[in-house]
């Protein structure tokens, strides 16, 4: 590794960590990003931010762009976003799917349809295979990240109790759909993102069946997260449609710092328990040094095989 590489610094004889970086700008600005100097710096892949908006414009240079990374010697891992918002890592991302078709989003416990479509709408998931494997066709990639699958929350409202939700629903436990977020609900919630999933995983590897899928559940320690329908790791590790899980992360408090592994561990023997490799992706806003060594240290105590890094500007402004 050449230059001031952030990820120069690892001397232990433990395997070595794969360090991944996350690209969320625009598609418009890839060109601006020099594959060869971030495989200089000693990164090995990279998660790609692929909006469903912005991919309807800049496909081809999302192509171009992966093609130099990969001749780069860089993996690829397309992480897609907006396209209907179950996978939600940023509530900011649009989806014109969700202006389009209105009749398949979810349902709240008000009777309110939500800006998400549901899991479990056929409709939708037509829809949703079909722009993966479009997605996977045009772009080489060696995988997917679902980032952030979720069903709505919010202050006490929840859904979905959309009709198709309903049916399936009574039909698995034999009485009508709670109102309430009993057990049984949180339950079906978890099973159904769970199939959503895989039916993501079948999608893209009917295009290449060497496409790997990395599930990206909400931050785990975020109590948010526990009626999201994705907070149960063993259910999302025993997903056979997943290769690894990615343990999201963020430095909390004064001090900056991130949660002992202790806390995490649960989740890191979730993965193991089922084969599954783990990655430690850190949310970080400011890629500091101390940090990058602690972000290592947890990796390494959790068994990670990779850490991947969201910041990139901040990593590309270490470049001087
Ligand atoms: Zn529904």
Known sequence: ???????????????????????????????????????????????????????????????????????????????????????????AISSLYLHTHAHTLQVDSRGRRC????????RFLEWFAGSMRTLAWMVEANGFVWDAPSFYHSRGVWACRCSYCQRLFSAQAGFPLPQSLTTEVLDFRRQSLNLFLLAAAAAVQSVDRRLQSVIAPPAPLDPATDVSGADDWRVLAANSGAAALALVMAPEGRGYRLPDAGALQPYASAAAAEGKLLWLWLTAEELRPELVDEGRILARQLQAEAVVWSDYEGFARRKG
């Open 1 to 91: 590794m050449a230059g001031s590489g952030s990820f120069s610094a690892d001397r232990t004889s433990a395997p070595r960590l794969r360090n991944g970086i996350v690209l969320a700008e625009n598609l418009a600005r890839l060109d601006e990003i020099a594959p060869s100097w971030l495989r200089e710096q000693g990164v090995d892949f990279l998660v790609i931010g692929c909006p469903e908006d912005e991919v309807r414009w800049e496909a081809e240079r999302l192509a171009d762009f992966s093609r130099a990374a990969a001749r780069a010697g860089l993996r690829r891992y397309l992480a897609p976003a907006g396209y209907g918002k179950v996978l939600d890592p940023d509530p």
């Open 115 to 122: 800006a998400r479509a549901c899991p479990n709408d056929p």
